[in-house]
């Protein structure tokens, strides 16, 4: 992520996870708070970041070659089978990564995902035999997992279809609506982009199918991060900045992450919230918002679900602001989870000692 690493994180992949973290220096809480090093030099910082989320936000470009692929996949499943297509996740959300795949989910007759499944990846099939095809479709395969999924290459773009996911069109929906809230040019969002870029790019802790972090539950906790702290977030570093020195020092082990508030595990699967603890301010969202966002986005559960309403206690818990029983954090495998902590810890310190040596200059100066 080129400039980052002058002053953020270095990367955490499996070559340096190892890797002894640094002492921080000797300081006060108010030392290492970003405010503590001037606004002056707090903007610099903040000028660095827009630069660096320029260049992995969705361009001009890259929006025109998606919207071409999904309506060029809309079109040839709903010719062949009639089937409506929708897209959801971070392409119509615009937070995607310059390597993030199109989710797109396809709907037809209630229960009927099996088949479906099936046909959609045989006309996928037809199309990467079909020399006349518009688009260059390869590498399609059937993915028989708890959510079933078509997974392929279009355009070289990494193309994911489900079948029947209203949630996912519902949890687009409820982000979109909390963006609007948050305002500030969109800060939700270019947040969730810079926080999926460290992420994904500096520590290797964003990908579900590795056992890391879902995109989803990652746009959960950057909210919970909103939720208590808005009124002092003004920029993605700072949302960074305390994303990082937050989740540093979240007891993962005994707690779950709630909108409503932090749920001691010992209570599941029972969802007990307790009062969240921030830096004075109000909280972003009330009950009423979280009760009505439950009323208008949640998604009725299928017969097959209705046995499981229970949340299931994973090694990263995080709770689903629509679905009360629903552990966004169940991906992460158990080893993942302490390399997560760990990233967070090693990201924290390094953002920590930043703003430490700008506040000693200052000092200095």
């Known amino acids: 992520m080129g400039n980052l690493r002058d002053w953020s994180a270095e990367p955490i992949g499996a070559e ?45 470009v890259s929006e025109e070659r998606r919207k071409e692929v999904i309506d060029y996949v809309q079109r040839l499943i709903k010719g062949c089978l009639g089937c409506e297509v929708f897209p959801f996740g971070s392409v119509p959300l615009r937070t995607y990564l310059p390597d993030g795949d199109i989710d797109l989910t396809a709907f037809g007759g209630i229960n009927a995902e099996d088949a479906l499944a ?13 020399r006349a095809a518009k688009f260059v479709v390869k590498d399609v395969q059937l993915i028989r997992a708890e959510v079933k999924i078509v997974k392929c290459l279009v355009q070289n773009i990494v193309v994911d279809i489900s079948f029947n996911q209203l949630g996912g069109l519902c949890t687009l929906c409820f982000l979109e609506e909390v963006d609007r809230l948050i305002g500030k040019d969109n800060l939700f969002k270019r947040s969730i982009i810079l926080i999926k870029a460290w992420c994904y790019y500096e520590s290797r802790i964003l990908g579900a199918h590795h056992g890391l972090i879902s995109t989803y539950a990652l746009e959960t906790l950057v909210l919970y991060v909103f939720h208590l702290f808005h009124s002092s977030l003004n920029g993605p570093l700072a949302v960074l900045y305390k994303f990082l020195d937050y989740f540093s020092k979240f007891d993962w082990d005994n707690y779950c992450i709630s909108l409503n508030g932090p749920v001691r595990v010992s209570s599941l699967p029972e969802i007990r919230a307790e009062t969240p603890e921030n830096d004075g301010g109000g909280l972003l969202l009330s009950n009423e918002f979280l009760r009505k966002s439950v009323e208008k986005f949640s998604v009725p559960l299928k017969g097959s679900e209705s046995s499981s309403r229970s949340f299931t206690q994973k090694h990263l818990n995080i709770v689903d602001p629509l679905r009360e029983n629903n552990n966004l954090g169940r991906s992460v495998s158990k080893g993942n989870f302490y390399r997560i902590r760990s990233a967070f810890t090693y990201g924290a310190r390094k953002l920590h000692l930043y703003s430490f040596l700008q506040w000693k200059n200052q000092k200095k100066a």
Not at 46 to 55: F, G, P, V
Not at 118 to 130: A, M
């Open 16 to 60: 340096t996870e190892d890797k002894p973290v640094p002492s921080s220096p000797s300081t006060s809480s108010s030392d290492r708070n970003p405010a503590a090093i001037g606004a002056a030099r707090w903007e610099r910082a903040e000028q660095t970041t827009r630069e660096i989320i320029s260049h992995v936000q969705p361009s001009d």
């Open 118 to 130: 099936s046909d959609v990846c045989s006309v996928l099939e037809g199309e990467d035999r079909n």
